[in-house]
């Protein structure tokens, strides 16, 4: 039986993240008849060859967009849902835990069994953002999570029908790394933060890299709504590259070539340790800090707020300095990622068999 599935999450948004994610989880589950909500149906539709639509409405924009029927339809229809992965439940933009919120409120209105898969969970720092997410949670079949930052957030709500799995994206096939090429890579986001003198910090470093003979790659992950372009350019000298790549695969590539590299956004740090390139995490969020922790390089983590032009060219001493012995730790722990990522399969195809079994 070909099982229908609507799965939900921040797909069609030009997110290099998420958009690997949406990959991975359509490819390990080919048996499935997959609905995703997307914002940008058409492309979503025409890259994976599946049905999508938009994800239900939620704000003047997207009612007055008109597409509500279609999405309805396709979750009254389904056999079940699936939301994620991702950090789709974070208060750190409060109207992300609204929206995916009420997605899983309909999800349930048509009584249909929900499947996180591989989602973050927080941080929660408003009341407001505890109550939804403890709901949500606490209705949903079962929960998979990528660290154990959100299996703590689950416990403490009381939830037990979840499990610690890893990122779908660790399942993309890994890349050795070049002969280094004397390159240095850097992902930045736009954040809601006071701290903002790490911007000069960075434009700092950036020249004195150029200064040593490096070439200085500027990733740009994500080009509609938060446009990261528009935080690498305040960094950007006439010497350094800003680049797009145009899939999870092309940045990879790039990265091979790198001798290190530095991020904020957690595919791309995701994407360093695939390509088994060390790599210096700028903190920003409780998911970077997680992975940098299951990866053991906490050591090689740069809170915000704590960077200044020489506490970063210590980092980076100190990263080139250890290399062979990074590219060896991260080698192991890449493999020890893709194992618990697989979790995700085998355990969303026993979810399945249930359904199966109740038919």
């Given at each position: 039986m070909n099982l229908k599935a609507v799965i939900i999450g921040n797909y069609g948004a030009t997110n290099l993240g998420d958009e690997a994610i949406l990959e991975n989880i359509l490819s390990a589950h080919p048996d499935l008849s997959f609905t995703v909500f997307s914002n940008n149906p058409a492309e979503t539709q025409s890259k994976y060859k599946v049905k999508s639509t938009y994800p239900l409405p939620f704000g003047l924009r997207s009612i007055l967009r008109g597409k509500?029927?279609?999405?309805?339809?396709?979750?009254?229809?389904?056999?079940?849902?699936i939301i994620g992965g991702g950090g789709l439940f974070t208060?750190?933009?409060?109207?992300a835990i609204l929206l995916w919120g009420w997605h899983f409120f309909w999800a349930k209105h048509y009584k249909k069994p929900v499947f996180f898969y591989a989602n973050s969970i927080g941080p929660l720092n408003s009341k407001i953002g505890r109550w939804i997410t403890k709901k949500v949670f606490q209705k949903a079949n079962f929960i998979t999570v990528r660290d154990s930052a959100s299996a703590a957030v689950l416990e403490k709500f009381g939830?037990?029908?979840?499990a610690i799995t890893a990122d779908p994206v660790f399942l993309t096939a890994t890349l050795k790394s070049q002969t280094p090429k004397k390159k240095v890579a850097i992902s930045l986001r736009n954040w809601i933060t006071n701290e903002k003198n790490y911007i000069a910090s960075l434009k700092e470093t950036v020249v004195d890299l150029e200064k040593n003979g490096y070439q200085v790659l500027l990733i740009n992950m994500q080009t509609f709504q938060d446009n990261d372009r528009n935080v690498l350019n305040q960094i950007s000298s006439e010497k350094s590259l800003m680049i797009t790549p145009r899939t999870f695969t092309e940045l990879l590539k790039l990265l091979s070539e790198c001798n290190f590299t530095i991020g904020m956004r957690l595919h791309f740090l995701i994407a360093s340790a695939l390509a088994n390139i060390p790599f210096i995490t700028l903190s920003y969020s409780q998911k970077t800090d997680s992975l940098a922790k299951k990866l053991q390089m906490e050591k090689y983590l740069l809170p915000l707020a704590q960077i200044k032009k020489a506490k970063l060219e210590?980092?980076?001493q100190k990263i080139s300095a250890e290399e062979n012995q990074i590219k060896e730790s991260l080698a192991k722990k890449v493999q020890e990622e893709k194992q618990q990522a697989q979790k995700n399969i085998t355990i969303l195809k026993k979810f399945i068999a249930k359904i199966l079994s109740k038919s």
């Amino acid at each position: 039986m070909n099982l229908k599935a609507v799965i939900i999450g921040n797909y069609g948004a030009t997110n290099l993240g998420d958009e690997a994610i949406l990959e991975n989880i359509l490819s390990a589950h080919p048996d499935l008849s997959f609905t995703v909500f997307s914002n940008n149906p058409a492309e979503t539709q025409s890259k994976y060859k599946v049905k999508s639509t938009y994800p239900l409405p939620f704000g003047l924009r997207s009612i007055l967009r008109g597409k509500t029927t279609k999405s309805l339809e396709a979750l009254n229809k389904c056999d079940f849902v699936i939301i994620g992965g991702g950090g789709l439940f974070t208060d750190e933009k409060i109207r992300a835990i609204l929206l995916w919120g009420w997605h899983f409120f309909w999800a349930k209105h048509y009584k249909k069994p929900v499947f996180f898969y591989a989602n973050s969970i927080g941080p929660l720092n408003s009341k407001i953002g505890r109550w939804i997410t403890k709901k949500v949670f606490q209705k949903a079949n079962f929960i998979t999570v990528r660290d154990s930052a959100s299996a703590a957030v689950l416990e403490k709500f009381g939830v037990k029908n979840f499990a610690i799995t890893a990122d779908p994206v660790f399942l993309t096939a890994t890349l050795k790394s070049q002969t280094p090429k004397k390159k240095v890579a850097i992902s930045l986001r736009n954040w809601i933060t006071n701290e903002k003198n790490y911007i000069a910090s960075l434009k700092e470093t950036v020249v004195d890299l150029e200064k040593n003979g490096y070439q200085v790659l500027l990733i740009n992950m994500q080009t509609f709504q938060d446009n990261d372009r528009n935080v690498l350019n305040q960094i950007s000298s006439e010497k350094s590259l800003m680049i797009t790549p145009r899939t999870f695969t092309e940045l990879l590539k790039l990265l091979s070539e790198c001798n290190f590299t530095i991020g904020m956004r957690l595919h791309f740090l995701i994407a360093s340790a695939l390509a088994n390139i060390p790599f210096i995490t700028l903190s920003y969020s409780q998911k970077t800090d997680s992975l940098a922790k299951k990866l053991q390089m906490e050591k090689y983590l740069l809170p915000l707020a704590q960077i200044k032009k020489a506490k970063l060219e210590k980092y980076i001493q100190k990263i080139s300095a250890e290399e062979n012995q990074i590219k060896e730790s991260l080698a192991k722990k890449v493999q020890e990622e893709k194992q618990q990522a697989q979790k995700n399969i085998t355990i969303l195809k026993k979810f399945i068999a249930k359904i199966l079994s109740k038919s």
